[in-house]
Structures are given as structure tokens and as C-alpha cells.
């Protein structure tokens, strides 16, 4: 089985063709921002990342095709483990979960891989705090480094000051 991991930033999938779109793809880094909010006497709300989608394709021998496969998508932290975000009912672990089927593809050769495609899309992007993470992917309760895609999420940019600092040891009157 060979599987690939991509991130964009939006996504949409064809199911007669299986087929994937995606608009800026291949992206590693984000930076964290406020989000659109409400309006005037909005709550706080966090930073976030940007919106983002996690894209798999699956490549599967004969032998592989045509039966359920279950499926997991984890964003793990530096340390490797499953990252948590706020959630209606409090933390919730950032994972999807779903059964997937890879079809062998109908009028080719024996021996011709099938082909399937799962994807995640977050719109408006997650609260994280800075730094690094990686979107892990399962198979059948199996993984492997190569089945990941790391992302970097940068502070976001400080606000420009003017003026200048009182010098020290002078007294403003």
C-alpha cells in the first residue's frame, strides 16, 4: 500500500471519477490569525491557523482492493501526541476516523493498482498554539513516518511600533 499526504488550503472531490481538486497545495507553513468574527461585541476568540485541508491518496495492490479499510487522520504534536482543541463538550482530539474502500480500477491489466482518495477540509482552520505538527495517517491500525504531512504554524506577526522608548534614567514631566 502507498499512501500520500498533502495539505491545501481548499478542496473538493468528484465522487463519479474519484477525483480531487485542490487550490494551493503542497503548503508546510501557517501562521496563526483572528478569525472573521461576528461582529461588534463578538467574545474572544482564539487564534487560528488557516484554513486547511488534509488530502490521501491510497494506492493498493490487487490483493488489497474492494474491502473495507479503516482509516485515520490524527494531527500529533512534536512529541507525538494526538493534539486536542477546544470542542462544545470541552477538549476534543483533531482525528478523523472513517471506513474506505480503494476499488480496483475495471478494464486494465491484472497487477494494476486501485485507487482511492480521502480528504478532511477545515475551513476555518484550527486553534493551535505555535509550532510544529504533523498530520498522521493509519491504515488498519498500521502507520509509517512516510504516511504524514508536517506543518509549522508561525506566531502571528507583531504589531508595528512607532515612537520611540523613553531613554533610561530620564523622568517624563
Not at 73 to 78: H, T
Amino acid at each position: 500500500m502507498k499512501i500520500y499526504v498533502l495539505l491545501a488550503e481548499r478542496g473538493t472531490q468528484s465522487p463519479p471519477t474519484g477525483t480531487v481538486n485542490l487550490l494551493n497545495v503542497g503548503w508546510a507553513v501557517t501562521q496563526l490569525r483572528r478569525p472573521i468574527t461576528p461582529g461588534p461585541g463578538a467574545m474572544a476568540v482564539p487564534l487560528v491557523t488557516g484554513p486547511q485541508t488534509v488530502v490521501v491518496f491510497l494506492e493498493a495492490e490487487l490483493a488489497m482492493c474492494n474491502r473495507p479499510h479503516l482509516l485515520e487522520i490524527e494531527l500529533v504534536d512534536d512529541d507525538g501526541s494526538v493534539v486536542s482543541v477546544p470542542g462544545p463538550l470541552g477538549p476534543q482530539a483533531v482525528r478523523l476516523e472513517q471506513q474506505i474502500i480503494v476499488p480496483s480500477p475495471a478494464g486494465v491489466p491484472t497487477g494494476f493498482p486501485g485507487r482511492a482518495s480521502a480528504m478532511m477540509e477545515l475551513p476555518v482552520g484550527l486553534a493551535l498554539a505555535p509550532g510544529i505538527y504533523r498530520w498522521q495517517v493509519k491504515l488498519g491500525g498500521r502507520t509509517s513516518d512516510d504516511w504524514s504531512a508536517h506543518m509549522y504554524v508561525a506566531a502571528p506577526p507583531q504589531p508595528p511600533t512607532f515612537g520611540f522608548p523613553p531613554a533610561q534614567g530620564s523622568e517624563t514631566a
